[in-house]
């Protein structure tokens, strides 16, 4: 119903910036909560960030406030993610996600971006 792609993932040294994306098809993503997530080697997915896109209204996970943004497109089918004074501890595979309703979880997953700091 959802397909989503992320890209823009590379390696970045710390202090460094990188802007992920990711681009959905099938259907808009307006009526959705988009979020991200992020898989660190040898550790469990953790919430990153949230939009929701009517509204958008925002959360954060607290160890990447201050530092990323999430955003949406006017076209209803782009998420991103702009990640600034990147650390270390940032590198992990990074998740696109969407939901109809956190309640229920989020039902659409993204591949996942490698994104890769280094000191």
């Known amino acids: 119903q959802v397909q989503l792609v992320e890209s823009g993932g590379g390696v970045v040294q710390a202090g460094g910036s990188l802007r992920l994306s990711c681009a959905a098809s099938?259907?808009?993503?307006?009526?959705?909560?988009m979020g991200w997530f992020r898989q660190a080697p040898g550790k469990e997915r953790e919430f990153v960030a949230s939009?929701?896109?009517?509204?958008?209204?925002?959360n954060y996970a607290d160890s990447v406030k201050g530092r990323f943004t999430i955003s949406r497109d006017n076209a209803g089918n782009t998420v991103y993610l702009q990640m600034n004074s990147l650390k270390l501890e940032d590198t992990a595979i990074y998740y696109c996600?969407?939901?109809?309703?956190?309640?229920?979880?989020?039902?659409?997953w993204g591949q996942g971006t490698q994104v890769a700091v280094s000191s």
């Open positions: 996600a969407a939901t109809l309703s956190v309640r229920q979880g989020y039902d659409y």
């Open positions: 099938g259907r808009s993503l307006t009526t959705y909560r």
């Open positions: 939009i929701l896109w009517r509204g958008g209204a925002t």
